[in-house]
């Protein structure tokens, strides 16, 4: 039987990425590996022999490609260098020839599990995946998920450099397998921006700074205006709201929280309900207090940037009970104003009971406090990270000025972010009393207390401070104890820290702005998910208590802790800045193990009464 001749398929050429081809490029032209390795790749994950060692292999298949599928004379001259060096020695034109012969073939295409290091520089792909943004697929829902001002969040990724990302995954969608739908949004006030006019069914919804309503819905004729003069110049409902809004102007959080009641609640008058809200009666107010439990899937979406096209002003999944007796209180009340100044004639809101909620017997937040054991062994890494050197140990000393602050003088996050050097002080030995540091805290209310903070939390803004360039114990030291190291060159960036606003560089040791909530909330954050992988060893109930852990946890774990320590009640009250002692009370109720160990007994001994 005769052999039948097989057909030999020849494996599939290796492709390379748009980075490794620039890499290529520079090697041909005389650049160093060592500036190459630094310039286009990983210096963690990649070492410059490795670089040598894949320029050698690309430059190899490329010219494989090239002798079976280039021109006669390109062929011709890559067999004659081969044959003269024993290898093909490339020039610039030669190496272009030769892309463009075998590009369509070696040319790698982008896939969502791509790392982002493989496309982008060093740099962008570093600075990405600080926020934990590794891939490709990575990258396209964090955009999708943050909106058109995505790149805010991530340091020093500018609006240029956004556009040229989106432009990137854009032109690469088919391979990706997704196309972005988000435009990079470059507008830094929304005050600013021109307004966009809301009307019944409309797709579109903006935030309250943005907002406008067609006259027949904008309250100007609202069936409850009070006749007569009003004690406020507001010619409809967004004047009126604003009014009510400006007295918390000493108050931002307060101011923040009751904005986004009322905004919701102009949004839905206007888009769903089609009813200026100075015309709003009781069905209409029970209507909405409905539409709390389950808003409309054209009123929620993913938390994004206010600017961002994709706002909206429902998280998915509707408000739990506490918060939905919130907006009804906030709305009320706010509507009772109203009535006061003589803008409305009365408050249909009073006719509406509250949301029915579960009357806890203890405020289950408690829970979260951190044990005393893994709360030390969360300050002895903290310390061990923050002497860490570069960036990374900035960062750490950043992080646990903040822990240290909230968990061991138990403020508020946004207390802990906004206090300044002039507030915390020495106060001397006196008698039994022993020397220590007071820190001067402006808390809810503007109601000022005074709060002890341990040597160890000041050494630890001490370090902080000398990472922004600046003397903690000098006599006329300013600023917040806890600041950004990096300013990002945005003009509201720029403007807010008094940095110079005339280059695209970061700034940095400024000391003129702290963090915003946001921002050490996102601090908070980081140093948690840090804390996580660099304790692997602990018990499998405290990696949990730790992963669930917030900013107020710190604060919860100040109470217990003092309490447990033998601290009078009316102590941890004055330290914590409660208006009662009631709300301190919480801290001494029975701890779950406690009452799971007495129920424990109970039931045993009706088991043995049973035999």
Excluded at 95 to 124: C, K, N, S
Excluded at 208 to 214: I, Q
Excluded at 351 to 372: H, W, Y
Excluded at 403 to 425: F, H, K, N, Q, S
């Amino acid at each position: 039987m005769a052999n039948q001749p097989q057909q030999l398929e020849l494996p599939a050429p290796r492709t390379y990425s748009r980075t490794e081809f620039t890499a290529l490029r520079a090697r041909v032209k005389g650049l160093s590996i060592a500036t190459i390795a630094r310039a286009y790749f990983d210096a963690e994950t990649t070492e410059p022999l490795d670089v040598e060692r894949l320029l050698r292999t690309m430059r190899d298949d490329l010219v494989t490609l090239a002798l079976r599928e280039g021109s006669s004379v390109l062929t011709a001259h890559l067999q004659a260098s081969i044959a003269k060096h024993g290898e093909a020695r490339l020039t610039p034109v030669t190496l272009q020839l030769i892309e463009e012969a075998a590009g369509q073939w070696a040319t790698a295409r982008p896939a969502m599990d791509h790392p982002l290091a493989r496309w982008f520089r060093p740099l962008v792909a570093e600075r990405l995946a600080g926020e934990g943004i590794r891939t490709i697929g990575e990258l396209v829902a964090f955009i999708e998920r943050r909106g058109g001002s995505w790149w805010r969040s991530v340091p020093r990724i500018g609006a240029g450099r956004a556009r040229v990302l989106v432009a990137w995954l854009r032109r690469h969608a088919q391979s990706i397998g997704r196309k972005l739908t988000v435009d990079v949004e470059l507008a830094d006030s929304l005050a600013a921006a021109s307004p966009i006019v809301v009307t019944t069914g409309a797709g579109q919804l903006t935030p309250l700074e943005r907002l406008a309503v067609p006259a027949e819905l904008s309250g100007t004729r609202g069936a409850n205006r009070a006749p007569g003069f009003a004690y406020v110049r507001a010619a409809h409902d967004l004047d009126a709201v604003r009014a009510y809004l400006h007295r918390y102007d000493e108050r931002p959080e307060t101011q923040r929280a009751y904005k986004r009641e009322l905004e919701r609640l102009v949004l839905w008058c206007v888009a769903e309900r089609g009813v200026a809200l100075s015309s709003m009666t009781v069905e209409d107010c029970d209507a909405y207090k409905s539409f709390l439990k389950q808003p409309s899937e054209h009123f929620t979406g993913p938390p994004v940037a206010r600017a961002s096209r994709q706002w909206r002003p429902f998280a998915p999944g509707g408000l739990a009970p506490e918060s939905q007796r919130y907006a009804v209180r906030t709305i009320r009340a706010a509507f009772t104003w109203l009535v006061h100044v003589r803008y409305l004639a009365g408050n249909p809101w009073q006719a509406v009971t509250d949301p029915a909620v579960v009357k806890r017997a203890r405020k289950l937040q408690i829970e979260r406090a951190l044990s005393l054991d893994l709360w030390t062994r969360l300050r002895t890494t903290l310390a061990d990270r923050a002497s860490l050197t570069g960036a990374a140990g900035a960062r750490w000393r950043a992080a646990r000025a903040l822990l240290l602050i909230m968990g061991d003088g138990g403020l508020r996050i946004a207390e802990a972010a906004a206090v300044e050097r002039p507030a915390l002080a020495w106060l001397p030995a006196e008698d039994e009393t022993p020397a220590s540091w007071l820190l001067e805290v402006i808390g809810k209310g503007m109601k000022q207390r005074f709060v002890p903070i341990s040597d160890e939390s000041v050494d630890a803004i001490r370090a902080h401070w000398r990472d922004r360039g600046q003397d903690f114990d000098a006599a006329d030291a300013e600023g917040p104890l806890v600041a950004p190291l990096v300013v990002p060159p945005t003009p509201r960036a720029r403007a807010k820290f008094g940095a110079p606003n005339n280059d695209d560089t970061p700034c940095t040791s400024i000391a003129a702005g702290c963090y915003s909530v946001r921002g050490a909330r996102g601090l908070t954050q980081w140093a948690i998910e840090q804390l996580l992988e660099a304790l692997p060893e602990l018990p499998e109930a405290e990696r949990r208590k730790l992963a669930r852990t917030s900013p107020h946890a710190f604060r919860h774990t100040v109470a217990t802790q003092m309490l447990a320590s033998g601290a009078a009640l009316e102590v941890v009250q004055q330290t914590l800045g409660h208006a009662s002692l009631g709300t301190t009370s919480i801290y001494i109720s029975p701890e779950q193990s406690r009452l799971r160990r007495e129920a424990a007994k109970y039931h045993a001994r009706l088991t043995q009464v049973d035999r």
